[in-house]
């Protein structure tokens, strides 16, 4: 977000201009990620930010807000970065975060403790502190960020205050039409409870922090707004499914359609930031689109589903394995699709039935360093196996 509320929405919606610019790049200049054409207006950061508890008495067949509410607002905080010098208010950011264990950890998004969005080196807040619910306001400190995944996780000393970590669900199971409840700060609002349904699953999102997209991304309805990011998006027994990270919105402010990072993606986030400060990403290099039955036909495929190769980054793992990006394009049902390139079907034998899936693969089992076959189709029939060795991911301020 930027530096004030209202600086923050203006900075927000420059950052999702970014990343929507470079949104067809982002797979091929990352981990193979999907090529998406976003149709959206704006992408805002909705600034705002576990443990293995269940919660009592509630099922999703029953959903019970209130309950849920008082069980876990305790452990959701408010939190303030500010940028400057001692005193200096001006460049300040506001958001949520939510406590994740005993010893003081609490989880939020990387663009609200970070300037992402400034046009500067990304660097951390200078000073930041963490308001409770009873109003009562501590330091904390920065443990780490991830700019590909939106995830940012700080401390506090857990002398200074009771703490109640929240519950991690599993981000998979979640079903559309699901109830979810979010609680955060908006606009300031301590501990305000947003409830709703799940929208979709398994979006691709494009990042506020990085040029690469997000998988398995959540799509609610519930109202959050400026000053929710970093909050939790808990399920009708209260665990943590994502964490609220972005609105599509024609004005700025709520309209029905908000994106939460899946806390699967964050649990590794957060294990590497609490190990080592940093996370590390396998790098392929390519760009890769969706394959379907109908293109597949189309295009002679032997396979239903797949992700096409569309574009290899020169001097990247797929082009020092021999991987092949498309050659020409064609018009199918009103798509543009670039055509000639590898498709694959399988990363170290787990099926791949698109794009994302990919991407996905690739983030969640592999690290730099690693070699992994890839099973692909050459020519539309012809079966190879290709061993790609993975670079790590770096932004784009890195490369």
């Not at 330091?139 to 780490?144: D, L, S, T, Y």
Request: charged residues 20%.
């Amino acid at each position: 977000m930027g530096r004030s509320l209202l600086a923050a929405a203006v900075a927000g919606a420059c950052g999702a201009a970014a990343a929507l610019g470079i949104g067809g790049a982002a797979g091929w200049i990352g981990s193979g990620e999907a090529a998406r054409t976003v149709t959206t207006t704006k992408v805002v950061p909705i600034q705002a930010g576990q443990a293995g508890q269940t919660i009592v008495g509630t099922a999703p067949s029953g959903f019970d807000p209130a309950s849920v509410y008082e069980q876990r607002s305790p452990g959701v905080v408010t939190i303030y970065a500010y940028f400057g010098a001692e005193g200096d208010t001006r460049g300040s950011t506001q958001g949520s975060g939510f406590v994740v264990s005993e010893d003081g950890h609490v989880l939020t998004n990387a663009h609200v403790i970070t300037n992402i969005g400034d046009g500067e080196p990304v660097r951390g807040a200078r000073r930041l502190y963490v308001e409770f619910q009873d109003l009562d306001r501590v330091p904390a400190e920065i443990v780490g960020w991830d700019l590909f995944n939106d995830v940012g996780v700080i401390r506090i000393d857990p002398k200074a205050h009771a703490l109640s970590p929240l519950p991690l669900g599993d981000s998979a199971r979640v079903a559309v039409g699901e109830p979810v409840a979010a609680i955060g700060s908006p606009f300031g609002n301590q501990n305000s409870l947003a409830v709703g349904v799940v929208s979709a699953a398994g979006r691709s999102i494009p990042s506020l922090t990085s040029g690469y997209a997000i998988a398995d991304a959540i799509q609610i309805d519930a109202p959050i707004n400026h000053g929710n990011s970093g909050g939790p998006l808990l399920d009708a027994r209260g665990r943590v499914i994502g964490i609220n990270a972005q609105i599509n919105s024609t004005s700025g402010e709520a309209e029905g359609v908000g994106f939460a990072v899946p806390i699967n993606s964050v649990r590794r986030s957060l294990e590497q930031l609490i190990s080592t400060g940093r996370v590390a990403y396998a790098y392929v290099g390519v760009r890769t689109e969706d394959v379907t039955p109908g293109l597949a036909r189309r295009l002679g495929f032997a396979a239903e589903r797949g992700a096409l190769i569309s574009e290899v980054r020169p001097g990247g793992p797929a082009e020092a394995a021999g991987l092949r990006g498309g050659s020409r394009r064609v018009l199918f049902n009103g798509l543009t699709v670039t055509v000639g390139g590898d498709l694959v079907v399988a990363i170290g034998g787990v099926p791949v039935g698109s794009a994302d899936d990919l991407v996905r693969l690739v983030a969640e089992r592999y690290l730099p360093g690693q070699t992994a076959a890839f099973s692909i189709l050459r020519g539309g029939t012809k079966r190879a196996l290709v061993d790609v060795t993975f670079a790590e991911r770096r932004t784009e301020s890195e490369r």
